[in-house]
């Protein structure tokens, strides 16, 4: 892991933060895991385990006004972003206090005002929203940059294409980043793709492409960064493929036939929160105990999120009606 | 004769088929080594190898145009759309390609193949995936839309959508495919068009369809204790439609509840209420048609309001009984 050029921001302390963070958002997933797992959570849901440094790293670099679009593996986008996870543990169990109060569930967290427009259940459905989010801060003059979030299997929906061209036929502040987690539900990437690197696609569309190490946090914050500043400047869009891997199968059955366990270890050695540990304690910013405190506080604001969503009300049914105009 | 699953059945139409005819595959999203997000396709890569089963990108647009280019060139294919929500993205080919070439071209080609797809609340999905959306197609002529809602009709109505020279939207309920029934072992052919009565009745008719025909059944049975006796007519095939089967049951008992999943505004029940509005069974109503479907909202995730969102078995009890009651 090299010591990029990051932006004054990210400071010695907010390095350390996103350490956290980053056990925040995995420690989210493994508890949704195991509550699926007993049957305690209706519906199904999508975990970013193994995933953290895409989401943690990609959002650490946005300004505060800039916007996401996320996936139905959003939870990670979510906390990086902001979300309070006891709001976004409420939602998973369905109750009023949640982020869509109890009506959206996993596929479907937002947070409109702090600049998540939302999970999505339709792969590739946010890739367009993403670029009308950018035209809307071009024409008025807003600054914001818009990242775009969506996985391999969606490159290959035709919503991908379209809005690749047109984000780069109108120059948008929007970064494509494409978390490339090597499968869709099962469909590996060598099946799916003739071409090794997604990020190659950016070329047909005039734009910037770069391939990234997805599990590697400097990587990933350092290349969003210049992107995401490139595109702020008026230069247009830029894609990313960030090679990751998804730890978990796809949603809560899986058997996953369609690859091997030596693969997922091999994987699995590639941990993106070991290795931005490492980094940190050699970069003398972090020492083991802080680490290990860190983490567990981590574990311990899930369980009390958990106690949150637990206590909450379920929503009335006379709320049903609710919402559907504005 | 053996119990199979709804699941069971539609494999097994297709696997028959499959082994009969050469023109015959499959196409679709993770329905090979992972046999479909539902399951459906298990076993059947392992069968006919992936030139058969082939299991695509996540593109929706490019396979269904696919199916239908290959359809119209020689080959029978079954798209298997991983939800029926998703059909917006295939919209345009089954729409404006599927539906129309043949008409389109003066009556040359034609377009032999079969949509398969869950549809239904229930599972907890949430809005973009527990949509029931065949009153669109049912719109669109050209198009044949097919709803089972017993194992036993799955595979005899999917044997006949595959038979059948035009493109057919074939909706599997995703809360059926674990049901069972008296399934034959051989291959066997139900029309599409023809109803079934799933219940005899004098009383009160009831029009339900796919999960519909289940909460109805347990509706009737409740109803019975109180003297109610209720005829419920699966018209199984929404286009086409067998008016008869509907008129006939309306005129022997006078009274008519449409019951759907879907929306009812804009839903297919007003199809089916206006035929019977329109038809002879008119003079034989002793009380107003009456429709139950899904609220105007979309499925929301919470359990309670899930429910709540569509018509359960005490909601056909009570329209049933307004219905009886009316003087
Ligand atoms: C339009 C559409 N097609 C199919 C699906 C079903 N589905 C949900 S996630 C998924 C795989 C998506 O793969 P990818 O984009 O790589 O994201 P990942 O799950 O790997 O994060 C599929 C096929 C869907 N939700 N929407
Ligand atoms: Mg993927």
């Known amino acids: 892991m090299s010591n990029h050029a990051l932006p004054a921001f990210i400071t010695d302390e907010r390095l350390v933060e996103l350490y956290k963070q980053m056990w925040l958002i995995r420690y989210f997933d493994e508890k949704v895991d195991q509550f699926f797992a007993k049957g305690m959570i209706h519906g199904t849901t999508h975990l970013c385990v193994g995933q953290e440094a895409t989401a943690a790293g990609s959002i650490a670099v946005l300004q505060e006004k800039d916007k996401i679009t996320s996936t139905h593996r959003g939870h990670g986008h979510c906390i990086a972003k902001g979300a309070t996870v006891d709001r976004m543990m409420a939602e998973l169990f369905g109750k009023v206090t949640g982020y869509c109060k109890g009506k959206g569930g996993s596929m479907h967290i937002a947070d409109v005002e702090k600049g998540n427009l939302g999970a999505n259940g339709i792969v590739g459905g946010g890739i367009p929203l993403a670029v009308g989010a950018a035209l809307t801060s071009k024409m008025k003059n807003e600054g914001y940059v818009v990242l775009c979030f969506f996985g391999d299997g969606a490159a290959n929906e035709g919503s991908f294409h379209e809005s690749l061209n047109l984000a780069s036929i109108w120059d948008l502040p929007v970064v494509f980043i494409c978390e490339n987690n090597q499968y869709g539900m099962s469909g590996s990437v060598k099946e799916m793709f003739n071409i090794e690197n997604i990020a190659d696609r950016a070329q047909a569309y005039g734009i910037p492409g770069k391939v990234i190490d997805g599990n590697d946090m400097l990587e990933v914050m350092n290349t969003v960064y210049e992107a995401v500043e490139h595109a702020r400047s008026g230069k247009g869009p830029v894609l990313i493929e960030a090679k990751t891997y998804r730890w978990k199968g796809h949603s809560k059955s899986d058997a996953k036939k369609y690859r091997t366990r030596e693969e997922e270890q091999e994987w699995r050695k590639k941990d993106p929160i070991k290795r931005f540990k490492e980094y940190l304690i050699d970069k003398g910013v972090l020492t083991e105990e802080k680490a290990e405190q860190l983490r567990e506080e981590a574990f311990q604001e899930i369980e009390d999120a958990v106690k949150f969503a637990e206590n909450s009300p379920e929503p009335s049914v006379d709320t049903l009606l609710e919402d559907v105009y504005a | 004769m053996r119990e199979i699953t709804y699941l069971e059945a539609v494999r097994e139409a297709m696997s028959q088929e499959m082994r009969k005819n050469e023109d015959v595959y499959i196409l679709g999203e993770d329905i090979g080594v992972y046999g479909g997000a539902f399951g459906v396709t298990r076993g059947m890569i392992e069968e006919f190898g992936p030139e058969r089963v082939r299991n695509t990108p996540i593109s929706e647009a490019a396979i269904a145009g696919a199916a239908v280019g290959s359809a119209l060139t020689g080959m029978r294919p079954i798209l298997e759309l991983q939800f029926s929500d998703f059909i917006t993205i295939a919209m345009d080919q089954l729409v404006n390609q599927a539906a129309k070439l043949r008409y389109m071209f003066g009556g040359k080609g034609k377009v032999p193949m079969v949509v398969r797809t869950p549809a ?208």
Do not use: C
Request: aromatic share 6%.
């Open chain 2, 120 to 327: 239904g609340s229930g599972t907890g999905a949430a809005a973009q995936h527990s949509q029931s959306l065949e009153a669109w197609m049912a719109h669109i002529p050209g198009l044949k839309v097919v709803q089972p809602s017993t194992a036993y009709d799955a595979k005899g109505l999917l044997k006949a959508a595959i038979d059948d020279d035009n493109p057919v939207i074939f909706y599997e309920h995703k809360l059926l495919y674990k049901t069972k029934s008296h399934v034959p072992e051989e291959q066997y052919s139900i029309p599409l068009g023809k109803a079934d009565i799933k219940r005899e009745g004098k009383d009160v008719t009831i029009v339900a369809t796919a999960i519909m025909v289940h909460k109805a059944l347990e509706a009737a049975k409740e109803l019975e204790k109180e003297g109610i006796d209720v005829e419920i007519v699966d018209p199984r095939t929404l286009v086409p439609l067998d008016e008869e089967t509907i008129v006939e049951s309306v005129k022997k008992t006078g009274r008519v509840v449409v019951v759907h999943e879907a929306v009812k505004r804009g839903g297919y029940g007003g199809e089916i209420a206006s035929v019977i509005a329109e038809s002879e069974a008119f003079d034989y109503l002793d009380a107003p048609i009456k429709r139950l479907g899904g609220l105007p909202v979309p499925i929301p995730y919470n359990p309670n309001l899930e429910k709540a969102a569509v018509p359960q078995v005490p909601d056909i009890i009570k329209a049933v009984k307004e219905t009886v009651q009316f003087k």
